[in-house]
């Protein structure tokens, strides 16, 4: 995973389509993130809301792909996918910031 999108700074829309697999992501976002975050369940952020994923991303995206690793508030670990890896969630959690931004 490189380490330049993972500074604490809101993460540029276009650095994240170079730095990141938005392909692959967006597949594991279909086939894993999609079931809560399409219709918001317990407040998942949708792709394409730039206020909430603006907000999620303001101290950077390190933290944002840190809670998708370890769960967060309603949002089970890896999505509830444990198989996924570290790359495979920032690739799914940069196809939705990208989206969003």
Known sequence: ???QSLQAAPP????LRTQ???VRGGSIY???????????IM???KPGDKVAWSARVAGG????????????????ARGGQLSLTDAQIADAVAFMVAKSL
């Open 30 to 40: 279909n086939s894993t993130c999609a079931v809560c975050h399409n219709t918001g």
């Open 43 to 45: 407040g998942a952020p």
């Open 12 to 15: 540029d829309p276009a650095a």
């Open 20 to 22: 990141h697999d938005l």
């Open 61 to 76: 995206f390190a933290p944002v792909v840190a809670n998708s690793i370890k769960g967060f508030k309603g949002m089970p």
């Open 1 to 3: 995973m490189c380490q």
